[in-house]
């Protein structure tokens, strides 16, 4: 009997001992690899990675310095990593610094402006086709020989009504230009100072003058060019020949060589009008005199068209293979309306540029181009 029960409980030890190898844990399996930042199937958790191709520089207060607010924007609002390449003011510079741009950065979209960049664009694009560009200010040629059939399909074109934001212009300028206020003639004479004669330029102009003629048929509008973007002494001679000849408000669309324009301004005391940004609420620490002196601005709002385009890029709703034109309706354009304004306008001035703008909206008023 004991021998017996020595039998058994020998068994049950080991019995014991196989059923606790067999619940021992399993030794764990090889982690599998982290993805990398940079792995495409994980570019949906990954910030949008956003680069500005500047062919110029910044510091303009003008057309590049709203396209990087909105690329700023698109990083503080929606995340998005950005990186700015300022490639300089020497043209023969740009075609080669936008191929290595694309060759040597990261990027889901690219951000290009100016028409001087469509053909390097158009022949571009298509070399990176699961990438996305935007060309603002211009468009690429979508029938050309570098894009069709179908290769600029990733290329967003964003064009601006100009002539439209600067028909209000013209309608301010030329109901200001007779006011009884210090640094005003009772002359009708109004000037304005381009960059260059491009088409673009003149579609300004265009406008311009077309709004100041409804407002004062009588008008005169004298039109120059300054030959360049950033030149502030050209346009600072321009803009004093102006005042001379009897202009006492000058309409800038000149970039960098439009800060001549209000150098003029404040020491002749008379007036200015700036372009893309709200210029006077830009310069307005630096420069509180020049500020004084510009009454508002065209505003070409560049930097929300582009936070526009990164919010349905993000939506999947972008044209992509397209050009959008946006006028006043759409917010592309409009006159700025700051304490400068405020403090400077009578109000039936400011009813009349309202008005004016009602109308282009509803199509009672069709502003002429320079584009056919």
């Known amino acids: 009997m004991r021998r ?10 080991v019995v014991v001992l ?11 399996a090889p982690a ?9 199937t994980t570019a949906g958790e990954q910030p949008l990675r956003i680069v500005h191709f500047v062919n110029g520089v910044l510091g303009d207060k003008s057309f590049f310095d709203s396209a990087q607010r909105g690329v700023q924007r698109a990083a503080n609002e929606l995340g998005a990593q950005t990186k700015t390449i300022e490639a300089g ?31 390097y664009l158009a022949a571009l694009a ?11 200010d211009a468009p690429v040629d979508y029938a050309g020989e570098a894009c069709a059939p179908n290769k600029c399909e990733n290329v967003y074109s964003i064009l601006y009504k100009q002539n439209e934001g600067s028909y209000l212009a013209g309608v301010y300028a030329a109901a200001m230009t007779t006011q009884a206020m210090e640094g005003m003639n009772p002359e009708a004479i109004i000037g304005s100072v381009g960059g260059q004669e491009i ?26 060019f300054a030959g360049g973007w950033n030149d502030p002494a050209k346009g600072k001679e321009l803009a004093k020949a102006q005042y001379s000849q009897g202009a006492d408000i000058v309409f800038q669309i000149a970039g960098g060589t439009g800060q001549g324009v209000f150098e003029a301004a404040a020491e002749d005391g008379k007036y200015a009008i700036g372009v ?31 936070f526009r385009g990164v919010q349905k890029h993000l939506d999947g709703s972008l044209p992509y293979g397209t050009a ?5 309706a759409e917010g592309g354009v409009g006159l700025a309306r700051n304490k400068f304004y405020d403090a400077s306008t009578p109000d039936e001035v400011k009813a009349l540029v309202d008005e004016a703008e009602q109308k282009i909206i509803n199509g009672e008023v069709v502003v002429e181009t320079a584009f056919q």
């Open 32 to 40: 599998a690899p982290a993805a990398s930042s940079d792995d495409s």
């Open 199 to 224: 088409p673009v330029i003149l579609d300004f102009m265009v406008g311009y003058e077309q709004g100041a003629r409804d407002t004062n048929p009588d008008i005169q509008v004298i039109r120059q």
């Open 18 to 28: 196989i059923l606790a190898a067999c619940a021992a844990p399993a030794a764990p």
């Open 276 to 306: 893309d940004s709200d210029q006077a609420l830009i310069i307005e620490e630096a420069n509180p005199e020049q500020a004084a002196r510009i009454l508002t601005s065209m505003m070409k709002n560049v930097d929300n068209s582009i």
């Open 126 to 136: 298509p070399q990176y086709p699961d990438r996305k560009f935007f060309l603002y």
């Open 89 to 119: 003011i020497d043209p023969t510079n740009w075609e080669s610094a936008l191929i290595d741009t694309a060759a040597n950065e990261e990027f889901d979209i690219m951000v290009v402006g100016t028409w001087q960049m469509a053909e």
């Open 324 to 328: 959008e034109a946006l006028g006043i």
């Open 4 to 13: 017996q029960l020595t039998v058994l409980f020998t068994m049950s030890i």
